[in-house]
Nanobody, 117 residues
Framework: QVQLVESGGGLVQAGGSLRLSCAAS????????MGWYRQAPGKQRELVAV??????VYGDSVKGRFTVSRDDAKNTVSLQMNSLKPEDTAVYYC????????????WGQGTQVTVSP
């Protein structure tokens, strides 16, 4: 009923940039929050950035380098990643917290981001 499709991952050299996008489809009337999480091998999934209608939260390791944006008309969220570092290498997951027609939490399938030294 709800699907999140991510795009934009890939391989980039340290110092480079990538832009991730996530499109949500299905029964969506209102979204509370959309954002990005990541999981590196052997590590727990961690917050990258979350955006609500009134605020934006970034993980400490990406502040000043990553920018999250949201288009409510299209139910999309994007993540502009600049000054990438090898430690940014991970699978990046899109997450949506739907408010209406009823509350629900949904995840995308993940997209790989690899930053080479």
């Amino acid at each position: 009923q709800v699907q999140l499709v991510e795009s934009g991952g890939g391989l980039v050299q340290a110092g480079g940039s990538l832009r991730l996008s996530c499109a949500a489809s299905g029964r969506i009337v209102r979204i509370n929050a959309m954002g990005w999480y990541r999981q590196a091998p052997g590590k727990q999934r961690e917050l990258v950035a979350v955006i609500t209608s009134g605020s934006t939260v970034y993980g400490d390791s990406v502040k000043g380098r990553f920018t999250v944006s949201r288009d409510d008309a299209k139910n999309t969220v994007s993540l502009q990643m600049n000054s990438l570092k090898p430690e940014d290498t991970a699978v990046y997951y899109c997450k949506m917290d739907r408010q209406l027609p009823w509350r629900g939490e949904y995840w995308g399938q993940g997209t790989q981001v690899t930053v080479s030294p």
